[in-house]
């Protein structure tokens, strides 16, 4: 059984910053690209950032670049976005996700990835 658990979210000012995580179990974690996704009431789905299998390459929206990283652990199973001058507009419920294509196009399109995690919610106040 698949398991990918975010954790991390919460209430923050603007400006400031939170750590998410993502625990994965029940797949071979590094035969895995990785995502974070982000979805806010009323919107689709979208594309935050993703991370090649080793780690090595990184690719974000244009709306979070500068201010999001994220980062693996792959002998602890672990996706990270560490997320930065945080704005209003990031508010939204932030979801990781693991691909089995490891092109760029398909792991950072909702639509095409795999293995989705429950969600942990980021709220973001003015």
């Known amino acids: 059984q698949v398991q990918l658990v975010e954790s991390g979210g919460g209430l923050v000012q603007a400006g400031g910053s939170l750590r998410l995580s993502c625990a994965a179990s029940g797949l071979t974690f590094s035969w895995y690209p990785m995502g974070w996704f982000r979805q806010a009431p009323g919107k689709e789905r979208e594309f935050v950032a993703t991370i090649t299998r080793a780690g090595d390459s990184t690719y974000y929206a244009e709306s979070v670049k500068g201010r999001f990283a994220i980062s693996r652990d792959n002998a602890e199973d672990t996706v990270y976005l560490e997320m930065n001058s945080l704005k209003p507009e990031d508010t939204a419920l932030y979801f990781c996700?693991?691909?089995?294509?490891?092109?760029?196009?398909?792991?950072?399109?909702?639509?095409?990835?795999?293995?989705w995690g429950q969600g942990t919610q980021v709220t973001v106040s003015s």
């Open positions: 996700a693991a691909s089995r294509s490891t092109l760029r196009r398909n792991v950072s399109d909702p639509r095409k990835v795999d293995y």
